[in-house]
């Protein structure tokens, strides 16, 4: 009996315990009804990653049975497959590693969603003026759920699959073609493709550009990371210095040391911004901006800006052991590459401190969701119009050789 117990526990060591048709829940709070109708009486409350087992399935509809044995029913976009939920893990993980790029807050509850898109699930909530760290940003088709496939469809028992007929009554022969009329030579003559009329040019309307949602990667306090809508957020940056934004939004900013006012007997933070201007962009940034403080005014000033610039998150602050302050950023080049460049603070100066190619970014998943791409290092731009000297130029050279 123990040589025949050993034997079928080591059988046993190699088996897949996750049973085939396991889902999660996917919103914070998931209510399952007892039909069809989402206003029917709700039999059981589960939350986000808790594992139900799918019982039957209508369509869209799935009837789930949770830990506890109760049964309900529920939509699909409302569950989560093991795949979203390793990559909702990987994504978790990613972020942790990622460089913040400031600190946000929301002035009404925010829903944290597991991929950039609206109808994914939301299964954090963020109260309103808890601070989070942002991480990235990401322009997302807004598009429609598709239908998904949960779980794994069983294969057919052997005696349900059906049986090829042993005998089959082949179809009966094709009936012969008709003979063509005996004036075929001059109907094709007279349908000729010269002999038609031509048809008119329909100009084609141009197709409207497909809507999309700015999102933002967010961290909160406890590392859980996840996807929101951009326009729900707001840098927490001083207004002392978020005054001179200029209508502009501020995308990322970052302490680079402080200033001691000796008549204020304050310090007073130097603050790097990157600003965007409004609109849905490829780039994460256009503009970047250094404020240092006047201890004689008791004022902000501009200490170094760089405007019309087309800048790619991560921004990167060091700041050694010995006090040197440097940062860098990541902006595209007239050859489409991207060359991060250095610079220091230096006795309250900025200074170029030189230049490499921008290393490639980690990638970050987001499950199905289309995004935007935007170019990548190396990439050709698409051709800009020419200005009206560098045209006179070609022409010149045409006609005269030089």
Not at 47 to 54: A, F, K, P, S, T
Request: glycine letters at 6%; proline letters at 10%; hydrophobic letters at 35%.
């Amino acid at each position: 009996m123990i040589f025949l117990a050993i034997i079928l526990a080591a059988c046993g060591l190699n088996r897949d315990t996750t049973p085939p048709n396991l889902v999660y829940a996917g919103p914070l709070e998931l209510r399952l009804h007892e039909d069809f109708n989402p206003k029917s009486k709700v039999v059981a409350v589960v939350h986000h990653g808790d594992r139900l087992e799918v019982v039957a399935q209508r369509r869209r509809l799935y009837k789930l049975k949770t830990a506890k044995g109760l049964q309900g029913w529920t939509d699909e976009r409302n569950l989560m497959s093991v795949d979203q939920m390793q990559a909702l893990s990987k994504l978790e993980e990613t972020a942790r590693r990622m460089p913040g790029q400031g600190v946000a807050i929301s002035y009404d509850p925010l829903n944290v969603h597991t991929e950039p898109q609206r109808f994914s699930p939301s299964f954090i909530q963020i109260k309103p003026g808890v601070k989070f760290d942002v991480i990235a940003h990401q322009i997302s088709l807004r598009a429609e759920p598709k239908h998904r496939v949960l779980v794994k469809p069983q294969p057919r028992p052997e005696s349900q699959k059906k049986r090829p007929d042993k005998k089959r009554v082949p179809p009966p022969p094709p009936p012969a073609a008709p003979k063509p009329p005996d004036d075929w030579e001059e109907l094709s003559e007279s349908r000729a493709p010269s002999k038609l009329p031509k048809p008119e040019k329909v100009e084609a309307e141009p197709a409207e550009p497909a809507p999309t949602d700015d999102w933002t990667l967010v961290r909160t306090s406890s590392g859980t990371a996840g996807w929101v809508l951009t326009n729900r957020i707001y840098l927490a940056i001083p207004d002392e210095v978020a005054q001179y934004a200029e209508g502009h939004r501020i995308t990322t900013y970052f302490s680079l040391g402080k200033i001691h006012d000796t008549d204020r007997d304050q310090d007073k933070d130097i603050w790097l911004w990157t600003t965007i201007h409004a609109g849905e962009h490829p780039f994460d940034y256009d503009s970047f901006r250094v404020f240092t403080w006047n201890p004689k005014r008791h004022r902000y000033e501009t200490a170094y800006i760089a405007r019309s610039v087309e800048g790619f998150l991560p921004v990167l602050v060091n700041k050694s052991a010995t006090g040197q302050v440097t940062f860098s950023v990541c902006l595209a080049q007239d050859d489409g590459s991207r060359l991060r460049r250095d610079f220091a603070l230096i006795d309250r100066q900025i200074k170029g401190a030189g230049a490499e190619a921008c290393k490639p970014a980690e990638t970050i998943a987001t499950g199905s969701t289309p995004s935007i791409p935007s170019p990548a290092p190396g990439a050709t731009e698409p051709s800009k119009s020419k200005s009206f000297s560098s045209k006179f130029g070609e022409i010149k050279k045409k006609l005269f050789g030089h």
